[in-house]
């Protein structure tokens, strides 16, 4: 596993089979703070910085701009292909993933370049998984 931060895995967390909420790389959208996000998050990926670094960058840039409350505490753990063989193969990638995980029961699948792959809801309070696209999650969040 690699190193991540304040990474952990926590129970449930393995990738459910189902309807992905997926956004492709570069896509614009309507929601202004998802737009932005992914165009600061797409020049960290293309910095010059070595991997390891960029990549824990990235993954708190997201998770900071992803928490509902100043209060909101996430963490982030990586996964290699190798650990999550189905996930891998449902999004089509080679060099594993990370999964960011918050207090508020919010899961989002992350490439290593930074692209959300998926994000949904699953926890105590959410037995049921609920997806939702990245950019719903943060227009609800600008909403309170």
């Known amino acids: 596993m690699r190193p991540a931060g304040a990474a952990g895995s926590q129970p449930g967390a393995q990738a459910n089979q189902g309807v992905a909420a997926q956004v492709g790389a570069g896509a614009a959208t309507t929601n202004p703070v998802y737009d932005q996000l992914q165009q600061k998050v797409a020049a960290m990926a293309a910095s010059r910085m070595d ?13 900071e701009a992803f928490k509902a409350t100043p ?17 891998c193969q449902q999004f089509g990638l080679q060099d594993g993933f990370y999964k960011i995980f918050f207090d508020d029961e919010l899961v989002l699948t992350v490439d290593r370049q930074g692209r959300i792959l998926e994000s949904y809801y699953y926890g105590k309070n959410h037995p049921q998984r609920v997806d939702l696209r990245p950019e719903e999650i943060l227009e609800k969040k600008a909403g309170k």
Not at 77 to 84: I, K, N, P, V
């Open 71 to 87: 209060k909101t505490k996430y963490s982030y753990a990586y996964f290699s292909c190798g650990m999550a063989p189905a996930v």
């Open 51 to 63: 991997a390891q670094s960029k990549e824990k960058l990235i993954m708190e840039t997201i998770g």
